[in-house]
């Protein structure tokens, strides 16, 4: 029975799916291509929407989204980065260490807006429904927010860079972030003009993408023991 509680479970119209899958398969981590644009308010407040909508454990909505637009801001942040990234660079060997020190990573500097994810594990107290055997399911569930402002993002042509390589501390301190919240990743948000069709690390030969059927077990597990 309809009431005011409960929406509509039936499938999307042809239409409808064809442009949520759409989104997915097109959606790409976008790395130097940005423009200089500044983003519509109205356009972030929906992507923010998006984010703000996703599942997350206990609805605790753990995370948090720290706008930046600061040049001089971003720049500090770009220069924790570089340290970080030059230090990444010494870890790969022969070709991957070429390949690694020829991709441009120029985003925090182009990309208009940077916005750096965090979680908060404190949000609904100490013993929360669904983390109680899992300590991470705050951290899992604020991934899912980012996916979702990802996929939002690429509705709106908006190109989106996820950036990891950094030091904690370092982003800490930029921002001012308490010890006890989880930094979970930096976003670079920008318009660009166009996207890889097939993930840029592909494109330039570190990795293909693997065959979905060796990765889909029937009833336990099959793969490496």
Not at 79 to 87: G, L, P, V
Not at 167 to 175: E, G, M, P, Q, V
Not at 181 to 207: F, H, N, S, T
């Amino acid at each position: 029975m309809q009431t005011d509680l409960m929406t509509e479970a039936g499938a999307f119209s042809e239409e409808e799916r064809a442009a949520v899958y759409r989104a997915i398969m097109t959606r790409r981590d976008v790395r130097d291509e940005f423009l200089p644009d500044p983003i519509e308010e109205d356009v972030l407040w929906r992507i923010l929407t998006a984010a703000h909508h996703a599942p997350s454990v206990g609805f605790m909505q753990p995370w948090n989204f720290i706008l930046v637009r600061d040049e001089a801001r971003r720049k500090a942040v770009w220069q924790a980065f570089s340290k970080a990234n030059d230090e990444a660079a010494g870890l790969f060997e022969g070709e991957k260490a070429t390949l690694y020190r020829n991709l441009k990573l120029e985003g925090i500097l182009k990309a208009p807006l940077g916005i750096c994810v965090t979680c908060d594990p404190d949000r609904a107290g100490p013993v929360v429904l669904g983390r109680t055997h899992n300590p991470r399911m705050d951290s899992y569930s604020t991934v899912c927010a980012i996916q979702n402002l990802w996929l939002a993002a690429r509705t709106e042509g908006i190109g989106l860079g996820w950036v990891s390589i950094f030091h904690d501390a370092d982003l800490r301190a930029i921002l001012g972030i308490p010890d006890r919240i989880e930094i979970v990743g930096w976003l670079c948000l920008g318009k660009v003009r166009e996207l890889y069709a097939e993930p840029e690390l592909q494109v330039k030969g570190w990795r293909k993408r693997l065959a979905l059927e060796d990765l889909v077990f029937e009833e336990g597990w099959q793969g490496p023991s």
